[in-house]
């Protein structure tokens, strides 16, 4: 039997797909507790070819927090909010795309990370987008990456580092390498979405971080 892959054009059969593919994906969501709930949004959208696309962005490095660092779009949740209405809010605020929930694929686990967020990653379908403005006190960079890029040969790395019980995750990606907690929500959204397997990421590891 052969294997449903994801349609490689951005079109509408690429869009029934993915909304399939996490519709039958039963995500694992963490409590908050005493911790800060934040969400980011894994957009869809078409790269220069008309091909699918995720949309990659390098934060500004004047960032108190994680300054310099590659990212999805996304932030704290604020008071009364749903995680997917602070996707889309963020999403608007750092790239200048605004969308409504209609836009909403779906979901995938939440992720906890050592900054102490639980960050939900939101799947939102962009269309085609003819531009993107990064708000500068956010964003330095804004980038459009193929999905396949994903399943690219040596895509993802797992090390094994002294300072971490777990293995860390790594996606070499636009000639860099991606860390968690974007890696390891990249690497999900392939999963999922790429090869319909309901892959868990809790266990995937940040990198540790050296002051320079």
Same mark, same amino acid.
């Given at each position: 039997?052969?294997?449903?892959?994801?349609?490689?054009?951005?079109?509408?059969?690429?869009?029934?797909?993915?909304?399939?593919r996490?519709?039958?994906?039963?995500?694992?969501a963490?409590?908050?507790?005493?911790?800060?709930?934040?969400?980011?949004?894994?957009?869809?959208?078409?790269?220069?070819?008309?091909?699918?696309?995720f949309?990659?962005?390098?934060?500004?490095?004047?960032?108190?927090?994680h300054?310099g $660092?590659?990212?999805?779009? @996304?932030?704290? #949740?604020? %008071?009364?909010?749903? *995680?997917?209405?602070?996707? =889309? /809010? &963020?999403l608007?605020?750092?790239?200048?795309?605004?969308?409504?929930?209609?836009?909403?694929?779906?979901?995938?686990?939440?992720?906890?990370?050592?900054?102490?967020?639980?960050?939900t990653?939101?799947?939102?379908?962009?269309?085609p987008?003819?531009?993107?403005?990064?708000?500068?006190?956010?964003?330095?960079?804004i980038?459009?990456?193929?999905?396949?890029?994903?399943?690219?040969?040596?895509?993802?790395?797992?090390?094994?580092?002294?300072?971490?019980e777990?293995?860390?995750? $790594?996606?070499?990606l636009? @000639?860099?390498? #991606?860390? %968690?907690p974007?890696? *390891?929500?990249?690497y999900? =959204? /392939? &999963?999922?979405?790429?090869?319909?397997?309901?892959?868990?990421?809790?266990?995937?590891?940040?990198?540790?971080?050296?002051?320079?």
């Open positions: 039997m052969g294997v449903d892959r994801a349609p490689a054009r951005y079109d509408a059969a690429l869009r029934r797909h993915v909304q399939a996490l519709a039958a994906f039963l995500r694992e963490l409590p908050v507790g005493d911790r800060r709930p934040a969400a980011v949004a894994a957009v869809l959208l078409p790269d220069d070819e008309d091909r699918a696309a949309l990659l962005t390098r934060r500004a490095a004047g960032l108190r927090a300054g $660092q590659w990212a999805l779009p @996304g932030g704290r #949740i604020d %008071a009364g909010e749903t *995680a997917p209405q602070a996707a =889309l /809010r &963020e608007a605020e750092e790239v200048g795309l605004t969308l409504d929930e209609t836009a909403v694929l779906g979901s995938l686990d939440d992720y906890l990370t050592r900054s102490g967020f639980v960050v990653p939101v799947v939102v379908w962009a269309g987008v003819a531009e993107l403005r990064a708000n500068p006190a956010e964003v330095a960079s980038h459009r990456v193929p999905l396949a890029d994903l399943d690219a040969p040596g895509v993802p790395r797992f090390l094994t580092v002294p300072e971490r777990r293995p860390v995750v $790594q996606l070499p636009l @000639g860099t390498l #991606i860390h %968690a974007t890696a *390891a929500i990249l999900q =959204l /392939r &999963e999922v979405v790429l090869h319909g397997r309901a892959t868990r990421v809790r266990d995937l590891e940040e990198p540790v971080w050296k002051r320079r």
